[in-house]
């Protein structure tokens, strides 16, 4: 064995999901070189191995959100405290997660600035410029930007971190049903993008009254229910009805002459979508990556022998130019390791397909190809090659999807009774129930599961029976489960 291998040889994943989830977790993101650690708690290094996957989430949502109106812009970092201060509720909202400039080198600041925790406030203040007339509407701007939320819980990189990407659009109108018709639309994008990139299904719906956006009116939602028995909120587009343009003062003079207040939303999906996506695809051998958003999709893996070598890397890069033109592929040359720790490496690394090539099968014309999700091995003709990897790459982005389906559906439980809600909780389940709608109803089912609480109101609920905990005719038909 190499020295070099030999140094490396211990780089498995050594927890397992379903026994230990938070050192998997951990361990997963390292070791497949996706994050670094830095001295400043909560906030991480993307490694290529994750921003290049947040790049290809980036040309998939522009491609979407232009098709809709909706333009790119950039807005500052810091936001002036009275300027988030014009906001009460939407402030009060965030005031713990703020963090704030207060000096520059020994200079105390005439006023603070916060660090953008969102920019409502910041975005707005220029909107109020920019609209006039009914002839400004609709304007749809978008920006790609960080945030930071100085949460005081346990920081999870991805999950839960300090300082994250995301994007966030700021969309206006003229009436209230376009920004309905909006909050939704935005919405559909993103639970298009789990499904087509992530290969992740959703639940949409509602968040309760005491979940929804501080400053809104009400706030959509994509839930998504991982594996490990909890949800994780996916992402929101939030009906900022009127709120923030009496505030601010956003308005136009309509059609009719009169001036009136623009009806707003915003919508948002992070960089959590990653460790979302890792959550419930990903496995005990390490990073599972859907094809659509591997950095490479496959890595070509030739088998060496000194009498052989030159031939059979010549052949492989000829394979390697032959799919490049169609594929995201690397060929992975190097000589100090072995093909069975590049195999194990990779695995870790989660690229969809390898594909393998030694002497014998150059002398067959053919290679082996292996899928990262299912172990599945396959010889293909090397003139087959081409299009037999195009539908593997395929076929599992479908089969990952249809799998955490699966998962979902097999896992999803109805419950009539607090016994039966505690029991499903207690059991990892996501459950279905009913709710009278009462807040106290909302605390006390959180307060008996130990921390379970009401994720979302879906959109196609039928509400009937009993409310779960009070007993009351119920008004909602909700999702129940412990949630990041």
Known sequence: MAKKEQETKEIGITAKKDDDYGEWFSQVITKADLVEYTDVSGCYVFRPGSYEIWEK???????????????????????????????????????????????????????????????????????????????????????????????????????????????????????????????????????????????????????????????????????????????????????????????????????????????????GFSTRTIGIMIGMHSDDKGLVLPPRVAPFQAVIVPILFEQTKENVLKKCAEVRDELSDEISIMLDDREEYTPGWKYHDWEMKGIPLRIELGPKDLEKGQAVIVRRDTGKKDFIKLEELKERVKKELEQMQDDLFNKALKMKEDNTVNAESMQDLMKAINNKKLVK????????????????????????????????????????????????????
């Open 433 to 484: 129930t009913n709710w009278c709608e009462n807040p106290v109803c909302e605390e006390a089912i959180k307060d008996k599961t130990n921390g379970a609480k009401i994720i979302c109101i879906p959109f196609d609920e039928k509400p009937k029976g009993k409310c779960v905990y009070c007993g009351k005719d119920s008004k909602h038909e909700v999702y129940v489960a412990k949630s990041y």
């Open 57 to 267: 989430v980036q040309e998939f949502m522009n491609k979407e959100f232009k098709k809709r109106g909706v333009r790119n812009a950039y807005f500052p970092l810091f936001i002036p405290e009275k300027l988030l201060n014009k906001e009460k509720e939407h402030v009060e909202g965030f005031t713990p997660e703020v963090a704030w400039v207060t000096h520059t080198g020994d200079s105390k600041l005439a006023e603070r600035l916060a660090i953008r925790p969102t920019s409502e406030t910041i975005m707005y203040d220029s909107y109020k410029k920019w609209i006039r007339s009914w002839r400004d509407l609709p304007l749809k701007i978008n920006q790609w930007c960080n945030v930071v939320r100085w949460e005081f819980k346990n920081p999870v990189p991805f999950i839960r971190s300090r300082e994250f990407l995301w994007q966030e659009g700021h969309n206006v109108f003229a009436t209230k049903e376009e920004v309905e018709k909006d909050v939704h639309d935005m919405l559909d994008v993103y639970a298009l993008t789990y499904k087509e990139m992530y290969a992740v299904p959703v639940i949409q719906g509602y968040k309760s009254e005491s979940e929804k956006f501080a400053g809104g009116d009400y706030t959509t939602t994509c839930e998504v229910f991982l594996p490990n028995g909890k949800a994780a909120q996916g992402c929101t587009s939030h009906n900022l009805g009127q709120n923030f343009a009496t505030a601010l003062d956003i308005s136009f003079l309509d059609k009719d002459e009169k001036k009136k207040f623009v009806w707003q939303d915003s919508w």
